[in-house]
Every structure is written in C-alpha cells, then in structure tokens.
C-alpha cells in the first residue's frame, strides 16, 4: 500500500518537474534574450548608482564603460550594409504603383504623428509651467551657434552627398570662424594683433569660452562660415540613393536582377551577424547605461533646478508612445497594439541603452520580421525611412524645450509664436540625424525662429543624456507601429497573385484538337497560323512541318 502511495506521488513529480521543464524551455527559447536585456537595465542602474561612491576617476571610468562601447561599435558597423541592402532590394522588387502608395502613406503617417507629438508637448508645457521653478546660471557659455537659414540648407546638402564613401562616415556641416577687426590699432607686417581668446571648457571640450583681454579701443569680432564636415553617418544621403537605386532597379527588370540578388544576399547575411551578436547585447547593455550613469552630476542638484521639466518631458512622451500610437495602430488595423508592442521590446530595450534609432535599426528589423511576422518588403522600407525622418520624441522635445527656455527667461510667447515652434519643430526633427543627442543641433532653429537665446540650450543639457533615451524609445516605437499599420494598409497590393495563364497552353489545346485528325504515322502539323487567331486571338508564329 505505502509502496503504491509513494510511487504514485514520484510520478506525479515527475510528471510535475517534467512539464515545468518543458516549459521553462519554451520560455526561454520564446523570451530568453528579452528576459536578460531587461535584467541587464536593472542590473546596469544599479551597479552605475553603487559604484557612485567610489568616485572613479576619468579614466578609470572609460575602461569601465569599454565594454558597452563595443556593443555601440558592434550596431554601428551594421548600420551602412543594412540600409543600403535592404532599401534597393525591398523595392526593386515591389510595383512601381504599389511602391508609390506605400511612400505617400509612410510620409504622411510620419509628418501627422510627428505633429501630434508636438501638439502634445505644447499643452503640457504650457500647462505645468516648468520654467517657473528652473533657476539659471550667473554665466553663460559663450559659443556661437548656427543661424536657422545655414542649419536648414545644410540639411538640403546632405540629402545630395557629392562623394558616397565619405557619406559612410562623414556629413557636411558649416563651421564658425571668428574673425577679429582691428580698426584702432595700425597693422604691422608679420605681427599680428590678437584680443580675443577660446578656452575649452572643463568638462566639455567642444564647448569654448570666451577670454577677453581689457583693451582699449575693443575689438570687433565677426564671424564667417565655412564649408566644414562632422564625423557622423550622413544617413538622410544614404537612404536617399539607396532609394532612388532601388526604385531604378525595379524597373530595369531582367538587366538589374544581379544587383538585387546581390543586396537579397547582402540583407540576409547581415541578419544572420545580427542574430549572433544579439547575445552579447546583455553584457554590453549593462556596462553601457552604469558608464553613463557615472558621467552624470549630482541627481538631487539636477531634481531641484529641472524635475519639472523632466516630468513634463516624460509625461509627453508617455502620453504619445502609450496612448496615442497604440489608439491609432487599433483604428487602423483593429488589432492589439500591445500585443504589437511585445514583439518589439528587445529593440525598445536596445534604444534605451544606446539612445540611437539608427543602430537599434538591425533589432527592430529583426524583431518585426521574427516576431511580428510583417512582411519583409514593407519593413525594408518603412524602417530606414522611419530612422531617417520619424522623430516623434524628438519634435516633442524640441517644442517643450523651446517653450522651457522661453519660461525661464520670462519671455511670454503669444499664439503665433507658439504655432512657428510648433512647425519649426516638426521641420526640424525631419533633420535630426539618428543619433545620440543630435535633439540638441537642430534645437537652435526651434529658438531662432522665435528669438530665444541660442546659448540657454546648457539649461538642459545636465538631463539630455537620459532624456535622450527615453525619446529614442519613443521614435523606434513610432516606426515599429508604422510598419504594422502601412502593412496592414497594403496587405492587398502585397498578397500573392495568382500565376498568369500561359497563353502556351491554350496553343497545346488547340494543337491536339487539330492533330486528332491527322493519321499516327504522320509527323507533321496541319493547323495554320490564322486558326490560332481566329480561336485565341493571340498572334502566334507557327511553322509548317
């Protein structure tokens, strides 16, 4: 009796343990690698808050932070093969038609998101009323910024790169040169006079200061712009061509099919380096987010001066990547948005840790493809384009900048001025380029075109780098929904056809009603050319034998 007792309970163990082993398998092979991103974010704040206390030094820091620097290395590389390959092969092989619908329904969705986003920021910026409890600095940095007009036309430059290879690796930028006049003191050949000096900050060597020496009369100093470049992906030129390359090939037909098989390879095999790199991601995620949070200042200096205007930023971006976006995505397809976003949380977990949308551009396309199961040809068009132009973090951002600024220094804004933000914005975020803190460049046409000081953007930079990630989120979420919808909105022009009839066959038929006729020993074909036409109305070239 007890032996039947205690075998039936080792069975019923067994039995237990086995199907908790089957399932914990499934869990992990389902879910195993976002388990680890999102233990690697926990785990990568918490070490960056406890080795605070040590007050590593600079470079100590940096060895720290090296591991996380190879994943940023590691999604980098990816970026140029992936663009290039998976925007000339996805639509050479889509219909001119149908790839033209596809492009005016992406373009439009992203500019009206965009613009919700920055409708968004606008209430609550004015609402909560940060600027209000922000306190600025006796001093400000004295470093001359770009005018709207030359941060605008440098943009139209870099949509046309005159030299690709270096559009891998470099855009074009205009730089500011100070030129020092001297009208009060007499020129003397070979020694020049000099009044003015730059010093680079402390903490931030781009940032200079400016020394002025006490003369008597006091330079004039102007400025004059130069043709300079960036050490940064002119990815806006590079998906351009690629574009423009893929559409050309589509139509080429037979003539361009090596190429395109050549960019299909090229597409898959960058996918597989993306699948076997995405292991490494947890351990890089965790030094990558502890380095940053041990280059940030005090947390609780930070709090008193921008805690509102973090939690306005926050609420916006909350407000648009979670009530919004997934409200549209269910007008639109009738699904579940969050189910939708589900699959794509290891691209949001990517975004957060390296606050880039263009090298969380491999996950997201792995992600959707995997996951979601959206078709390839869409994804390979609606992600790059998405990196490129879809900024809806950042047009939030920009927007309550602006207005944060404009608090702060007690300018009041009337409704025309708030609707120029509100459009400057939306244009500017356009120009941002995918990468980290690039909010911060095309923030000085938001001011500019309201007459706000350019060199209050310091208010904000002891928060950027976190703000930074959250709208890079927000963004890659933005073209993750994107995708969903437009291949929802296109499934039909993207469903398979069916075969064309082979006009061959109806040949063959009438062949055999005619040769039925004829007496077996005989090898020829008595039909002409005129029964075909008169019975299929296809022209055939027929041969008598």
Known sequence: MWEWVRRAVLHSLATALLRLWKWLRAFWYKNGLLTLSMLSVVTGCLLGFLLRALELTDLEKQYFSFPGELLMRMLKMLILPLITSSLMS???????????????ITITYYLWTTFMAVTVGIILVVSIHPGAAAQKDNYSVGKVVLSSADALLDLIRNMFPSNLVEASFQQYRTVLVPVVKSPGFPKIPGKPLNFIYFAPDDK???????????????????????????????????????????????????????????????????????????????FGIVFLIAGKILEMEDPSVIGQKLGLYVITVVSGLAVHGIILLPLLFVLITKKNPFA????????????????????????TLKCLLENNGIDRRVARFVLPVGATINMDGTALYEAVAAIFIAQVNEYELDLGQIITISIT??????????????????MVIVLTSVGLPTEDI????????????????????????????????CHKDFAPKP???????????????????????DKGIEITEETLLDQTGVHYNICQV
Request: glycine share 8%.
């Open 90 to 104: 996805g639509l050479a092989t889509m219909d001119s038609k149908a790839c033209g619908k596809m492009g005016v």
């Open 204 to 282: 931030n060597p781009e940032i200079h200061r400016p020394v002025f020496l006490e003369l008597t009369p006091s330079p004039e100093m102007t400025y004059r712009t130069l043709a300079g470049t960036s050490n940064e992906m002119n990815v806006l030129g590079i998906v351009i061509f690629s574009a423009t390359i893929g559409l050309l090939l589509g139509k080429m037909g037979e003539r361009g099919a090596p190429l395109v098989n050549v960019c299909q390879c090229l597409n898959e095999a960058v996918m597989k380096i993306v699948s076997m790199a995405v292991w490494y991601f947890p």
């Open 340 to 363: 939708f976003i589900q699959g794509i949380l290891q691209a949001l977990l990517i975004a957060l840790a390296t606050s880039s949308s263009s090298a969380t551009l491999p996950i």
């Open 425 to 442: 914005a939306s244009a500017a975020s356009i120009g941002a380029a995918g990468i980290p803190q690039s909010g911060l460049v095309t």
């Open 458 to 489: 310091t208010l904000i930079i002891a928060v950027d780098w976190a703000l930074d990630r959250l709208r890079t989120m927000t963004n890659v979420l933005g073209d993750a929904l994107a995708a969903g919808i437009i291949a929802h909105v």
């Open 499 to 521: 075969p064309p009839q082979n006009p061959v066959s109806n040949t063959d038929k009438f062949l055999s009603a005619e040769t039925s006729h004829l007496h077996p020993k």
